[in-house]
């Protein structure tokens, strides 16, 4: 996970197993509900469900879980009122940590996520402590070897992409959130794959751990993601490339 990578593409390099599968799944119909509740139900006009269905049919979640997922939010099937909630902390290494909460239970929650991080060695810290490291940006991954540079720069900048890079065996996309959606259906309709597109928290700046450090980090935001009450966890630590591979 070097310079400005996500933890996002992490997952996939690991490989997903069915347990985890499912908990991909279970926050998948978490964030469809809560749009749906906010936005209304149809994808038309509710961007956040319209992102939220087409991450969930990248992770090829069947249709009829969706739309029961669509009903629960607009109240035409009963379901569980899931609250937001936003929690800032530190890891090892004074890494920054940004964590997203769906939840049915806040003191559940926050408990939860203060044990993560205190038995990795981090700690929570007040609102607002990391939030000014990392700005919302659309984010699209692409492996570099399914189509050249030179053509996907040119495919994304058009659309209104903000930034093309190269990480690692992935390019990078970086667009501005109004522009997010524009950018992936040129792509979409270009055939070229991807490893994730999503709205997400970039870090500005990284900070390059190691040893020991890197690997409590690693632990560290895969029991975040295993908590059934993280959607969303990100930090601005650089994990080793070899790390990960392990």
């Not at 699209?140 to 495919?155: F, H, P, Q, S, Y």
Request: charged fraction near 30%; hydrophobic fraction near 35%; aromatic fraction near 6%.
């Amino acid at each position: 996970m070097s310079g400005h990578s996500k933890w996002s593409t992490i997952r996939h390099k690991k490989g997903i197993t069915d347990a985890r599968r499912g908990k991909i799944f279970s926050k998948l119909i978490k964030e469809i509900t809560v749009a749906a509740r906010m936005g209304g139900g149809d994808p038309a006009t509710n961007p956040r469900l319209r992102t939220a269905v087409q991450a969930a049919k990248s992770e090829n979640m069947p249709k009829d879980n969706i739309e029961r997922a669509i009903q629960k939010g607009t109240g035409d099937l009963e379901g569980v009122n899931y609250e937001e909630s936003i929690y800032e902390g530190y890891g090892p290494g004074g890494a920054a940590i940004f964590i997203e909460s769906l939840t049915d239970n806040k003191n559940r929650a926050v408990a939860d996520i203060r044990h993560i991080l205190s038995k990795a060695g981090g700690n929570l810290g007040a609102a607002g402590c990391v939030a000014w490291m990392f700005d919302k940006k659309g984010y699209i991954a692409v492996k570099n070897d399914v189509v050249d540079e030179d053509v996907l720069m040119e495919i994304a900048i058009d659309a209104g992409a903000e930034d093309v890079r190269e990480d690692n065996n992935n390019y990078e996309i970086i667009t501005d959130l109004r522009d997010f959606e524009s950018v992936r259906d040129a792509i979409d309709k270009e055939s070229i794959p991807y490893i994730v597109a999503e709205i997400t928290m970039l870090p500005q700046s990284t900070l390059n751990l190691k040893g020991k450090e890197a690997e409590h980090m690693f632990k560290l935001m895969e029991a975040l993601e295993d908590c059934d009450d993280v959607q969303k966890a990100y930090t601005n630590a650089d994990i080793p490339e070899e790390l990960i591979s392990e």
